[in-house]
């Protein structure tokens, strides 16, 4: 019964921006790690942003001071703001929960970056 439900993804053109949002729910939220991953055809899956329990965040150099990642505890969500967006950001955005040995992930969402 856990679901990790991500929304927010669509076509934007280059230099755009997008909000991801990821709903989740039979997990204790504020206790995971929470991260967005992507996947781009014929590309391994990447880490793209984390953020822990206690608020540390995590970026690769493809995205950071593009990217912002946050949470809302009370809301069990967790989000992935995408500014000055190129078409290599192209790409299924994955949401991730993690707790130890414990992972779980969402079906993805579809972002593409083109003119």
């Known amino acids: 019964q856990v679901q990790l439900v991500e929304s927010g993804g669509g076509l934007v053109q280059p230099g755009g921006s997008l909000r991801l949002s990821c709903a989740a729910s039979g997990i204790i939220f504020s206790i995971y790690a929470m991260a967005w991953y992507r996947q781009a055809p014929g590309n391994q899956r990447e880490l793209v942003a984390r953020i822990t329990k206690g608020g540390s965040i995590n970026y690769p150099d493809s995205v950071k001071g593009r990217f912002t990642i946050s949470r809302d505890n009370a809301k069990n969500t967790v989000y992935l703001q995408m500014n000055s967006l190129k078409p290599e950001d192209t790409a299924v955005y994955y949401c991730?929960?993690?707790?130890?040995?414990?992972?779980?992930w969402g079906q993805g969402t579809q972002v593409t970056v083109s003119s």
């Open positions: 991730n929960a993690a707790l130890g040995y414990v992972e779980y």
